[in-house]
Every structure is written in structure tokens, then in C-alpha cells.
């Protein structure tokens, strides 16, 4: 963070503004009116993973050569927010399929990246990310998923927990110790199928919010995979890892955005119909500087989070400390926006008539998942004190 930061382009160009008319427009019309069902039955969004699909917003990071669009990470960063506005849930089709191939395009083999990308640019198939253990959450590089070599093969052996959409997905990139003496630097990234011999989906978490993305266990019992699916070398799964949350944490970053701004738009059309004391709520001073103050800190999060993203990508110095900061203020201001839409609704808001409360519950996962926040600001301190 004390290096000199690049410029920074703050406008959207025409056709990213394009973009983000599309997007919403297709979110309103097809994932909205689904969006309360698919919390209340804790159901997986069937219509939101087709229209996204139609309209090649699956995995619209995917570069182009493997039928994907191709976007650039603000771009991509435009359309998790725009869902996100009306359904966190469905928000994650196209951020986890990121998270689970962001490692494979920027390390794996030619080969592999034509094995497994197209299908998922397609919306044909989903990808998850196994990272996390339960006794290796912050601390990842403790993990204890074994892989071995058996002649061209490997074998894996463990569990991973918190896997965003793992019952959905066919690949699911997952880091595994293949040499326990060497701490993080024996740690590799493998391409597993759901089809592999060994592997298993384990029970469904049980959630206080995001209820339509199901999270689940990964279980590898002696699981068999090809030889060819481990991205890069082996020993460098933990750099991969760290290398995809540069790029991945803006888009959870721009998921808080979205649900803020939907939680705001909520909060100021209802506080101009409700009438208190014979005049409009907007009217008291308390609230509508309070709504001021929500749409404040979502614009500044906004801007922080197209910066990192774009900044992510181009490699610039300082972006991992600015990817950690984006996501690290946007769930911040995402709880606290959500927490004060409620207010703003009062009894109403209280109630599941009205989808701020929900809004409120998946908030909160903005602040722990891809790194807890006070990771985060781990991250930063560190880049700061170097």
C-alpha cells in the first residue's frame, strides 16, 4: 500500500454502462419475482441459472476462446452487483464460477483449461473452489487434504467444508498437501470432477442467509484423478489460491454492493410513501440523512471495488492489500446499510413482507466469506508495515 497507485479510470465505458442496463433489466424481469421462494424453500435458482445462461452471464469472466465472453474483471464485477441487487443468492452463480476457475486460467495447462471451460461458459456446468477445512478456515495453510502420486495418477484423501454451490457444480478446483514438510509451499491445486472415483458431496449447511446457494462438504476417499489435472506444479497450489482471491475478493466486494443498493432502493421509495405525524418520513431530518449517508458509503465502496478489480487485473503493485480492502469496507457497508434499511421500514422492515430483512441476512456472509474481514485487515497491515 505504500507504493504509488496507477491511475485509475472512475467512469464506466458506454458499453459496461450498457452492460449494467441489461443486466438489470434481466434481473428484474427473471430473478426478482423468484427471489423471496428461493430464500424461503432454501432452493437452488433454477430460473436464474437459465437466464443467465441464455444471455451468457453464467461465467462471463471466461476468455473467448473457450466460448466465453470473455469480460473484463469491472465488467464482471457490474453484473455480480447487478444481481446481487435483487437476489445475493443468485449473485453466485457467476461469482463462484469465477472463484472456481480463476486459478485454472491464470496456471493451468492449455489442455486443461479446453477440458473444463467451456462447459462452464456454456452454463452447462458449474465450478466450486475447496479451500477451507474445518479446522483450516483463516489459517488455510493448515490443512489437511492429502493428495499422493500413484504412477500417472493422483489420490486425494480428506474433506473441504463451505463449498458456495458445491452440490451444483461438476469441477470444483481443490488444494490438497502433497508434501507436509514444506508448510504452504507443499501445497497443490488439483481439477477434480464430480464423477471421480472417491469423490462425494457431503450434508447441506443449514444457513442464516445466501439460502439458495447450498454450501456443502467435499469428501475424498482415496479419490482418483488424472495426472493431467493438477494446475501448474506441484507445490504451488497456495500461490494459485492466494493469487485467485486478488481477483476473486473484488467481486464479493461488488456482491455487497449490490445488496446494499438493493436494501437503499428499498428504503428510500418506501420512506416516501410511509407518512408519520401527517408528513412523509423523507421529511424528518433523522431519516433522510440517514438514507444520505447509506448511498455515501455505497458510492465510495463502488469506486473502491472497480479500482481493485481492475487493478487485480493488470497485475498492478498493491493490489492484493487493495482487493482485501475493497471487499473488507463494501461488507462492511453492505451490513450497515442493510441494519439501517430495516430501520428505515421500522415493523415492516422487520417483516419477511418486505426483502430487506433478507438482504440483512445475506449481508452478513459478505463479511466472512473470502477471507473474514478481519483477515483482511491482516492483509492490509501487512502490506502497510512492510
Known amino acids: 500500500m505504500s507504493h504509488t497507485p496507477a491511475p485509475l479510470q472512475f467512469a464506466l465505458s458506454d458499453e459496461q454502462e450498457e452492460l449494467r442496463a441489461a443486466v438489470r433489466a434481466l434481473s428484474e424481469r427473471e430473478i426478482q419475482p423468484h427471489a423471496t421462494d428461493v430464500d424461503e424453500h432454501e432452493r437452488f435458482p433454477r430460473e436464474a441459472a437459465e437466464a443467465l445462461a441464455k444471455n451468457g452471464f453464467?461465467?462471463?469472466h471466461i476468455p473467448e476462446q473457450y466460448g466465453g465472453e470473455g469480460a473484463d474483471a469491472v465488467s464482471c464485477c457490474v453484473v455480480v452487483e447487478?444481481?446481487?441487487?435483487?437476489?445475493?443468492?443468485?449473485?453466485?452463480?457467476p461469482a463462484v464460477n469465477k472463484l472456481g476457475?480463476?486459478?485454472?486460467?491464470?496456471n493451468g495447462s492449455e489442455e486443461l483449461k479446453k477440458k473444463v471451460l467451456p462447459s462452464i461458459a456454456s452454463g452447462e456446468a458449474f465450478a466450486s473452489y475447496g479451500l477451507s477445512e474445518r479446522e483450516a478456515g483463516s489459517d488455510a495453510a493448515s490443512m489437511r487434504t492429502r493428495a499422493r502420486a500413484a504412477g500417472d495418477d493422483w489420490v486425494l484423501d480428506g474433506s473441504k467444508c463451505w463449498i458456495s454451490n458445491g452440490s451444483e457444480s461438476t469441477w470444483f478446483t481443490v488444494m490438497a498437501v502433497t508434501d507436509p514438510d514444506k508448510g504452504a509451499h507443499g501445497i497443490s491445486a488439483f481439477i477434480v470432477h464430480r464423477d471421480d472415483e472417491g469423490f462425494s458431496v457431503g450434508g447441506k449447511e443449514k444457513k442464516m442467509g445466501i439460502k439458495g446457494s447450498p454450501t456443502v462438504e467435499l469428501l475424498f476417499d482415496h479419490c482418483k484423478i488424472p495426472g493431467d489435472r493438477v494446475i501448474g506444479e506441484p507445490g504451488s497450489g497456495f500461490k494459485t489460491a492466494l493469487?485467485?482471491?486478488?481477483?476473486?475478493?473484488?467481486?464479493i466486494g461488488a456482491q455487497a454492493v449490490g445488496i446494499a443498493q438493493g436494501a437503499l432502493d428499498i428504503a428510500v421509495a418506501y420512506a416516501k410513501e410511509r407518512k408519520?405525524?401527517?408528513?412523509?418520513t423523507t421529511e424528518f431530518q433523522g431519516v433522510s440523512f440517514m438514507l444520505a449517508d447509506m448511498a455515501m458509503k455505497i458510492q465510495a465502496a463502488r469506486l473502491m471495488v472497480y479500482a481493485s478489480a481492475e487493478r487485480a487485473e493488470r497485475g498492478a503493485a498493491g493490489s492484493t492489500a487493495l482487493s482485501s480492502a475493497a471487499k473488507c469496507f463494501a461488507s462492511d457497508v453492505a451490513m450497515e446499510v442493510t441494519t439501517n434499511a430495516v430501520q428505515v421500514l421500522g415493523g415492516a422492515g422487520y417483516t419477511r413482507d418486505f426483502p430487506v430483512e433478507r438482504m440483512m441476512r445475506d449481508a452478513k456472509i459478505t463479511q466472512i466469506y473470502e477471507g473474514t474481514n478481519q483477515i483482511q485487515r491482516l492483509v492490509m497491515s501487512r502490506a502497510?508495515?512492510?
Open 82 to 93: 447487478e444481481i446481487a441487487r435483487v437476489c445475493a443468492s443468485s449473485s453466485l452463480i
Open 101 to 106: 476457475t480463476t486459478g485454472l486460467i491464470l
Open 58 to 60: 453464467s461465467a462471463p
Open 243 to 251: 493469487q485467485s482471491l486478488d481477483h476473486t475478493r473484488p467481486t
Open 276 to 280: 408519520q405525524f401527517g408528513r412523509a
Open 384 to 386: 502497510l508495515l512492510r
